[in-house]
């Protein structure tokens, strides 16, 4: 069985609104998904966030990751998130997606954002 592992990471100003993990576990109970958020938090100094030399997991963000078996759960998952807050904007978005994973978050992307 194949399992799916996408990791959706939002920096500052990226999502259309703030991300709720109320909504985060409605999307989850609806499709059979596991959805987990994190918030990170980087380095402040002097007002401002130091991002030179951290590694991409020390810098400020909104993390989602949501696992699941069935790829068309998956994909529905995918698009209400996608709906909701937009998908996230960098070249890092993905990074800790598996290779299955991140294929179809690419394609969903690109379907209901059309940036990638």
């Known amino acids: 069985?194949?399992?799916?592992?996408v990791?959706?990471?939002y920096y500052p100003?990226?999502?259309?609104?703030?991300?709720?993990?109320?909504?985060?576990r409605g999307i989850a109970e609806q499709w059979g998904l596991q959805i987990s958020f994190a918030e990170v938090r980087g380095y402040i100094?002097?007002?401002?966030?130091a991002t030179l030399d951290k590694d991409l997991e020390a810098?400020?963000?909104?993390?989602?990751?949501?696992?699941?078996?069935?790829e068309h759960a998956l994909r529905g998952g995918l698009r209400e998130i996608?709906?909701?807050?937009?998908?996230?904007?960098?070249?890092?978005?993905?990074?800790?997606?598996?290779?299955?994973?991140q294929e179809i978050a690419a394609e969903?992307?690109?379907?209901?954002?059309?940036?990638?």
């Open 45 to 49: 100094k002097e007002g401002s966030e």
């Open 82 to 101: 996608i709906t909701k807050y937009r998908s996230p904007r960098t070249c890092y978005a993905l990074w800790g997606s598996n290779p299955a994973g």
């Open 13 to 24: 100003g990226d999502p259309l609104q703030e991300i709720r993990e109320a909504d985060l």
């Open 59 to 70: 810098i400020t963000q909104s993390v989602i990751t949501i696992e699941g078996d069935e």
């Open 108 to 116: 969903i992307i690109e379907e209901q954002d059309g940036w990638w």
């Open 1 to 5: 069985m194949m399992r799916y592992l």
């Open 7 to 9: 990791t959706f990471r």
